[in-house]
Structures are given as C-alpha cells and as structure tokens.
C-alpha cells in the first residue's frame, strides 16, 4: 500500500534542491519501501528521484511502482531516462510493462532500444496470456556441454551481472537444445578441466512456452526448484520461470479462481482496488446475477405453486431459509474439496464414482447431525397453535422438518462434488461454473425436496 506520509517533505526538498538528503534517505530503504513514497508523486518528480540512485536500483524501484503509475511514466517526456531504466529492468517485468501500454507509445519505446532488446520485447510479448512464454524472462545463463569448468566459471563471471539468477545454469549442445543443467555450487567445486557435459545433470525439469503458466508454478512448487527452464517446440531453451515468478502465478491464480467461484466474470485486474472504477466492477459482477437471478425465478414458481399451504401451515415457512442455508453450505464444501483435489491432480472425472461414494458417506453423517438438531429444535420449543393444523402432532411435523433437511443435505453435498468433476470433463474451469451452479441448483432442487417431503409425510 501506498505510503503517503513523506509526501509533502519529498517534494519540498525536491524544490529546494536537496537531493543528497534524498539520496541519503532512500540509501536506507528497500526499492519497495521507496517504491510506496513515490507512488502518491508525479512522474517528473519520480524520475528526478530515481536519478539520485543507481541505474539498477532504480530498475528495481521502478517495477514496485503501481502499474498505472508506471504507464503515465513512459509516456512522458524523459527519453534517456526511460532507454536507460528500460534496459536495466529484467526482460519478464519489462514486457510485461509494454503489453500494458498504447500500441503508439510501445512503438516510441521500441526506438529508443538496441535491436537485441527490441527484438526481445517483441518475442515476449508475442506469446498468449497466461502462458509460460508470456510470463518467463530470458535473464539466464548458459554453457555448452563441450566447454571446460574453467571456461564455464570465465563465462559466468562474466554473464552474471546481466541475468536474473545463476544459481542454476542450464547446458545446451552446439544447436541450442537443452541437454541438462548444473548448479553453481558443483561448477565451483569441480575440477577445472573436467568438461561439463560430465558434471551436469540431464534429467532436466521443464515447461513448453504453450504450457498454461499455472502448470509451471506447480512444478516449481512440487520440485522446490529456483527456477524452471522454458523450452520451444524445437527443444531449445526459450526462458526461464523463476520463484518468484512462480509466487506471482499462484497469487494471480488464486485471486482468478476466488472470483470466479464468487461469480465475477474477467480476470483480476493489475490494480488495486480502489483504484479500478465503479463501472468496471458493475460489469464484472452483473451478468452472473442477472443469469442467477433469472434461474431463481424457478424456486419462485415452485412455492407460488404451495401458496395456500403456506398460508395455512405458516410453520414451514420458518425454516425454508435454514434449508436452502445448510444446502448452500455442505453443497460449497464438497466442491471446495473437490476442486482443490482437482488442482492439485489428485483427482480426474474417473474417479467420479469413488468421490460420490465419499460424499454419500459424509452427507449421511451430516444429514444426521443437521436432522436431529432440527428435530429437537421443532419438537421441544414448538407449542402447536395457529402453526401446526389440526390432526397433525408436532412430533409429525419435526420428522418432516428433519427428513426435508437431511435429504437437502445429501442432494447438496452430492451436487457439490458432481459439478467441479462434470466440468472438467467438458473441459470447463470447475471455478467458472461450480459456486453459481451449485446455490442455484441446490435452492431449486431444496425446494422441491422441501414440498414434496411435506407432502408425502404430512398429506398436504
């Protein structure tokens, strides 16, 4: 979050001249720290600020900043400034810049860049969205499998200032395939003339830039790797995803799903959320209410259908809201647990069968809990009355009451864990679809389920 607070002192000193006493403060302060002052400033203040400090420590402050923040920056006037911030920034955060910029302004930017980068940003930012190639830098290092320790360790020294990790160092052939990799540690502790297709490991973890960037956080998790290489169709190295890459995958990820389940259409947005409008909210969210509101329409039917049962047996209108509550509930449960058991590839539409089995077994646990409880409830502290018609007892009607919503609870739970797996096998996200489906479904299904235990138990 955005610090206001030295605001006013930064740009007092800032017209005063002052700038040993700026340079002195943000010697002390981590790029992000700095990166939330500066935030609350104008551009032409921010880059008389980021010149008082080293070309790659301004990089790194730069890429902190808020992404609007940045934009307004490179559009304005400060060419040398920007080629040289541009240059020192890493390859990923800065194509990920230019996608969020007018195709007039990235065409500026481009001329103001060596061809080799140039032809880099281009590269990057021609891969689809949410992908490998989209989110993977070309910052690493590399060596041939032919080439001694010494000359690997001369060239790493040399390389190591413009790559974004050397920990790992990756080892191609002579036409650019990756072959294996070998660690920084070993290459130091190996003998100098020992080649290094003899020390490196080839039983190489990686990505294909096509892959869904989401698979290659995983495997970054899974196998606690710094970074994951990137190959092309051809098997060459591409790029590399690194940790905190992979931090950022998962964080956008999970974000996308939570909205999804909360039924909010779009991706996440890049800013904050103050920061994005009223209207563009209103547009995310409004469609799968209207949709939802629009299928709800069927409850209505059903009860404008027993309205004169209500009318004479007021009771059950008391508890119609705990039924479709407690369906709502076990019924995210189970998809809750389902689609974390699908993300994380422990389960697959054929194991449908076994989880369905599962869930009948915790439903009927459920359903027997939430029954008794309601039954009690409804015999104990129901006196009869103008509630309960005559000819029935209100032990009669608390079974009622508690069979409706055991058997809600059975159909929720089940419904729950049916949704996520129907669509992954029509190769739908589950999260798309689960969350809306599944409280519609379940408040149709209740009440039916609802009346028509009613009716059988009670002849209404």
């Known amino acids: ?60 402050i730069f890429v902190y900043i808020d992404i609007d923040v940045q934009v307004r920056m490179m559009s304005g006037a400060f060419r040398n400034n920007i080629r040289k911030l541009l240059q020192q920034m ?25 061809p080799k980068d140039r032809a880099d940003i281009i590269n990057l930012t021609s891969y689809r969205k949410e992908t490998c190639g989209a989110m993977m830098t070309t910052d690493f290092a590399t060596l041939l499998e032919d080439d001694s320790v010494e000359v690997a360790i001369k060239k790493i020294r040399k390389d190591a200032p413009g790559k974004e990790t050397i920990y790992y160092i990756y080892v191609t052939d002579g036409a650019g395939m990756l072959v294996g990799f070998v660690s920084l540690r070993k290459l130091i502790l190996s003998r100098p003339k020992q080649k290094v297709g003899n020390i490196m490991k080839r039983d190489v973890i990686f990505a294909h830039v096509d892959d869904d960037q989401e698979n290659a956080a995983n495997m970054i998790e899974d196998y606690d790797l710094i970074a994951l290489p990137v190959v092309d169709e051809e098997g060459k190295i591409a ?47 409004v469609s799968w209410v209207i949709i939802l509101a629009m299928m709800q329409f069927v409850s209505g ?40 058991a699908l993300a994380l590839n422990e389960l697959t539409f054929r194991d449908m ?29 129901t006196s009869g009355g103008g509630d309960i018609p005559a000819g029935l007892t209100v032990a009669r009607v608390a079974y009622m009451l508690a069979a409706a919503l055991s058997v809600q609870v059975i159909w929720a739970t089940i419904l729950g864990a049916l949704v996520p797996l129907v669509a992954t096998r029509f190769r739908i996200d589950p999260a798309v679809v689960s969350s809306p489906a599944i409280a519609t479904l379940v408040d149709i299904g209740g009440i039916a389920i609802y009346f028509t235990t009613a009716k059988i138990i009670l002849g209404i």
């Open 90 to 114: 890493s390859h990923d955060d800065r194509a990920d810049l230019f996608q969020h910029l007018d195709r007039d302004i990235v065409n500026r930017l481009l001329l103001l860049l060596p």
């Open 1 to 60: 979050m955005k610090n206001p607070i030295l605001v006013p002192e930064f740009r007092d000193l800032i017209k005063r001249k002052k700038f040993k006493i700026i340079k002195s403060f943000l010697d002390d302060q981590h790029p992000k720290e700095i990166a939330e002052y500066l935030g609350f400033l104008e551009p032409d203040e921010i880059w008389k600020i980021l010149n008082l400090v080293d070309e790659y420590i301004g990089a790194e």
């Open 239 to 285: 790029g590399i995803i690194t940790y905190d890459d992979a931090i950022d995958i998962i964080r956008e990820e999970q974000t996308e799903d939570m909205e999804k389940l909360m039924a909010i259409s779009g991706g996440p947005e890049q800013e904050s959320y103050l920061n994005v409008s009223s209207y563009t909210h209103f547009k995310k969210r």
């Open 301 to 340: 039917f059903i009860i404008q259908g027993f309205t004169e049962t209500l009318q004479n047996f007021i009771i059950l209108a008391y508890y119609m809201p705990l039924l479709n509550s407690t369906g709502g509930n076990t019924g995210s449960q189970s998809a809750t647990m389902v689609i974390r």
């Open 353 to 381: 069968f076994r989880v369905v089995k599962k869930e009948l077994v915790v439903s009927l646990m459920i359903s027997a809990s939430v029954g008794l409880m309601v039954f009690l409830r409804v015999f104990v502290f």
